[in-house]
């Protein structure tokens, strides 16, 4: 399949969108910066994650990266523009990345991170919110703003329903950078793949998504993930169930029990 344009994107600086074979890549396009974020970037991640989520051309969605580094963070030039902003302009400035966070955190396709260059600070941030996260083993990660005097505020809510609260203790209170491995370890990271097997990698588990995952069901499945920490246990059984028993009477179930007992193969993309 070829590149599907894009013209309601067209005047993005920063970052590039494109789709193919059911898969949309949104790619950080500021290597010269190291891929490092302002206000202007987030922006236009944000535009771009809406696009992509609504985008028929798109099934699953790709986070990628120019250049050496995946993303090292906050620009030197926007942090020290920061030292002039009142609390409210800082609110509004941290609600912006916030609302970032939260948008894919929530977004109804599976974000995956290929991270094949260090991950920073608030590039760390990206890499962790993502569903799945493959990375090249000379990566480094770390969230390193408390050696700054700053806070890891934001990705702190999500890291410790990711890897819990002990691990996201260590890494925000030390603010060490950690190897790939490392990352793996501590549940950052999914796969770590050789930098030439990095993009064919991460093709072929999006398409194998694609393929063999009904849209729907992981849609609804991401969202229970989202809201099931918040709920009470007796609370989060009975919204368990009702999902279920909805997920029983939509079509994509219908189908897919169907193709189970008549042994047939879905291919879900069609």
Known sequence: MEDMPTQELEDLRFIR???????????????????????????????????????????????????????SGADLGYIQELQSFGYTDNLADSTHLMQLFHQIYTLKKVVIGQVQGHALAGGCGLATICDFAFAVPEAKFGYTEVKIGFLPAIVSVFLVRKIGEARTKQLL??????????????????????????????????????????????????????????????????????????????????????????????????
Do not use: H
Request: with cysteine; glycine share 4%; proline share 3%.
């Open 173 to 270: 209170l030390t603010g060490d950078v950690i190897s790939a491995q490392a990352a793996q370890d501590f549940g950052l990271v999914n796969f770590l793949v050789p930098r030439q097997e990095l993009a064919d990698n991460v093709y072929r588990f999006a398409r194998r998504l694609c393929v063999e995952n009904s849209a729907q069901s992981m849609e609804i499945t991401k969202e229970m993930l989202a809201r099931i920490p918040e709920m009470p246990l007796e609370e989060s059984l009975r919204y368990a169930a009702r999902m279920n028993a909805e997920a029983r009477g939509s079509d994509d179930c219908r189908r897919g029990i169907a193709a189970f007992l008549s042994k047939e193969k879905i291919a879900w993309e069609n």
């Open 17 to 71: 969108y494109d789709a193919q074979d059911s898969i949309g890549y949104i790619t950080l396009n500021r290597p010269d910066k190291r891929n490092a974020l302002n206000a202007e970037v987030v922006t236009e991640l944000k535009q771009a994650f809406e696009f992509a989520e609504n985008d028929e051309a798109c099934k699953v969605i790709v986070l990628r990266a120019e250049g050496d580094v995946f993303c």
